[in-house]
């Protein structure tokens, strides 16, 4: 049985990291469908591949075979100009460690990547990501300025501002208290039902992960077979 209208597909792909004797083969032969508007937990061991399948499905590492193919587009060959650009446009990415920009206010944190993809009127859409995620009075803060959980919300409206096809979380709540961690998680399910976004969610927490339409398990760089399985139309 196939996906009827996939978003992520991934064909046999293997990936290396490292150099000479320190090369470290981490994805081994993944292949694995996810439809369109499909919400999929990933859990694993520390050390199992997650975070790296993630960052392959994000175009942030590419592998050395097999394909990657997003929102109908083959990544894995695109030149790097037009990948970020792809990336920009159709793949939000919500980071454990928040990666926001020190030096940029909350509101200039989520409007640089709709500029940098030309979106018009970047900071009219930043400014209503904010309110999305209730931080419309810390617009002008800056990083430093923001609780952790202030600070993965922004993270998340950076994220869901292009409103992306695809929303990539990779252990959104790993920095956070467990009541601020369920406030983003809630956050982040509400956003990706109204706007449609495929989810795919790295989480060490079963129950979070049982939140998802799917849950898949790896272990030492492969997918178990029994997370293959898509949902069908």
Known sequence: MTVADPAIELADVDLSLGE???RVHILRGVGLTIGRGEAVGLLGASGSGKSTLLMTMAGLERPDRGSVTIDGERIDTMGEDRLARFRGR???FVFQSFHLIPTMTALENVAAPLELA??????GRAAEGLAAVGLSERASHYPAQLSGGEQQRV???RA??????????DEPTGNLDEATGQAVIDLLFEAR???GATLVLVTHDPALAARC?????MRSGRLEPSALAPVVA
């Open 155 to 157: 993270a998340l409206a």
């Open 20 to 22: 000479g004797a320190a």
């Open 193 to 195: 039902r109204k706007g």
């Open 118 to 123: 030309g979106a018009p009127d970047a900071f």
């Open 90 to 92: 159709r793949i939000g």
């Open 160 to 169: 869901l501002s292009p409103r992306p096809a695809v929303l990539i979380a």
């Open 213 to 217: 339409d799917r849950t898949l398990h």
